[in-house]
Structure formats: structure tokens, C-alpha cells
């Protein structure tokens, strides 16, 4: 039998109850899923720093036990290649995610043919949640009920009160200016 190795990789700024329902639907169809954080998006500012991002996965993920969670640089082919992995799992909530997702695997294919995306569905209830959304709601201080985890939702919330208190952005780790 072949070991299937899966990474699923995205932003998770933060992981929502959407991402965890397909972490718990890879899980049982992988072998392994190794969860990775992609460093360097060209997004806008970010509200979480890797490390805590990694750390809620680790937390919400615990109880899985073929399930690891790192931090990735680069393409997500050639970590996929030093993982050893043979596939790439993304979630699909609507068809207005599938263009991007489609070019996306076309071209991860293309720059590496060893590696197959395999899309999988999050519980319907969740088709309409994104972290974007989240950190929206949190900013203007709507409920986050059954959006994240109660651990998660804590965290964005002290996040937002922080940058609230700082709003230039000084209290981000790694910032030295006052
Ligand atoms: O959660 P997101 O923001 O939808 O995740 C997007 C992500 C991280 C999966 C994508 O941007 C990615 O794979 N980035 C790594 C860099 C890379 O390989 N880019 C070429 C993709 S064709």
C-alpha cells in the first residue's frame, strides 16, 4: 500500500472552524496531513504572527494523531518535495473558489507533475466562513460564535483590542519602532 502523504497548506490568520472540518476529513483519507503555514503572502497586514498561527493549529489539532502542523517558504511544490509528499489538499466552499483553485493546481502540476491537488468539501454549514470574514467581524466587533474555536476567537479578540490600543501597529513582535 502507498504511504499517502497530504500537506494543506494556507494562511490559517486564523484557522476557522472551516479549516478544522477539512483537517478532520484529510485526516482520514491521508496517511499523514502535515497542515503548512505559508510564509511571505503578499497580503495585507496580517493579524497573527506565524508562530501564533502554528500554535492555535497545534491546539485545535491535538487529538489527531497523523496530523503535524509547520511553517513553509517558497513554493509550495518544492516543500511538498522535500516532505515527500505526493498531494496537496485545498477546501472548496463555492464555485466562486474554484477558478482560483484551478489555476492554482494547474499550475502546481505543471511546475511539478508528482504532486496531485485533491479538493475536498467543508460541511456546508461552514461554505460561507473565511478567516478574511472573521477578522472582519472581529474588527467591528460582531460575534464570532461557531465561526472559530472558543480558544481562537479569545485570541483574536485580545489581538484586536491590542491593535486598537496601538493602532500604528507597534505592538507586532519584531517592530521596534515606538
Ligand atoms: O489560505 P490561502 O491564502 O488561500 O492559501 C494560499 C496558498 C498559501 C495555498 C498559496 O498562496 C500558495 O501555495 N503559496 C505558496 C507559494 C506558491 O507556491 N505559489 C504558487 C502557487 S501556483
Same mark, same amino acid.
Given at each position: 500500500?502507498?504511504?499517502?502523504?497530504?500537506?494543506?497548506?494556507?494562511?490559517?490568520?486564523?484557522?476557522?472552524?472551516?479549516?478544522?472540518?477539512?483537517?478532520? /476529513?484529510?485526516?482520514?483519507?491521508?496517511?499523514?496531513?502535515?497542515?503548512?503555514?505559508? /510564509?511571505?503572502?503578499?497580503?495585507?497586514?496580517?493579524?497573527?504572527?506565524?508562530?501564533?498561527?502554528?500554535?492555535?493549529?497545534?491546539?485545535?489539532?491535538?487529538?489527531?494523531?497523523?496530523?503535524?502542523?509547520?511553517?513553509?517558504?517558497?513554493?509550495?511544490?518544492?516543500?511538498?518535495?522535500?516532505?515527500?509528499?505526493?498531494?496537496?489538499?485545498?477546501?472548496?466552499?463555492?464555485?466562486?473558489?474554484?477558478?482560483?483553485?484551478?489555476?492554482?493546481?494547474?499550475?502546481? /502540476?505543471?511546475?511539478?507533475?508528482?504532486?496531485?491537488?485533491?479538493?475536498?468539501?467543508?460541511?456546508?454549514?461552514?461554505?460561507?466562513?473565511?478567516? /478574511?470574514?472573521?477578522?472582519?467581524?472581529?474588527?467591528?466587533?460582531?460575534?464570532?460564535?461557531?465561526?472559530?474555536?472558543?480558544?481562537?476567537?479569545?485570541?483574536?479578540?485580545?489581538?484586536?483590542?491590542?491593535?486598537?490600543?496601538?493602532?500604528?501597529?507597534?505592538?507586532?513582535?519584531?517592530?521596534?519602532?515606538?
Amino acid at each position: 500500500m502507498k504511504d499517502i502523504v497530504a500537506i494543506y497548506p494556507g494562511s490559517f490568520d486564523p484557522v476557522t472552524n472551516g479549516h478544522l472540518d477539512l483537517i478532520h /476529513r484529510g485526516s482520514k483519507l491521508f496517511d499523514r496531513l502535515i497542515v503548512a503555514i505559508a /510564509r511571505n503572502m503578499d497580503k495585507a497586514e496580517p493579524l497573527f504572527e506565524m508562530d501564533e498561527r502554528k500554535e492555535m493549529l497545534e491546539a485545535m489539532t491535538s487529538e489527531l494523531d497523523n496530523v503535524t502542523v509547520d511553517i513553509f517558504g517558497g513554493l509550495l511544490v518544492t516543500y511538498c518535495i522535500q516532505k515527500n509528499a505526493n498531494a496537496v489538499l485545498r477546501g472548496i466552499r463555492a464555485v466562486s473558489d474554484y477558478e482560483f483553485e484551478l489555476q492554482m493546481a494547474l499550475m502546481n /502540476r505543471k511546475m511539478e507533475p508528482r504532486v496531485e491537488t485533491v479538493f475536498m468539501m467543508p460541511a456546508e454549514k461552514y461554505s460561507y466562513l473565511s478567516s /478574511r470574514i472573521v477578522r472582519e467581524i472581529a474588527k467591528l466587533g460582531g460575534p464570532l460564535g461557531g465561526l472559530v474555536p472558543e480558544m481562537v476567537e479569545e485570541r483574536v479578540r485580545r489581538k484586536i483590542e491590542q491593535s486598537q490600543s496601538y493602532p500604528t501597529g507597534a505592538h507586532r513582535k519584531g517592530r521596534t519602532n515606538p
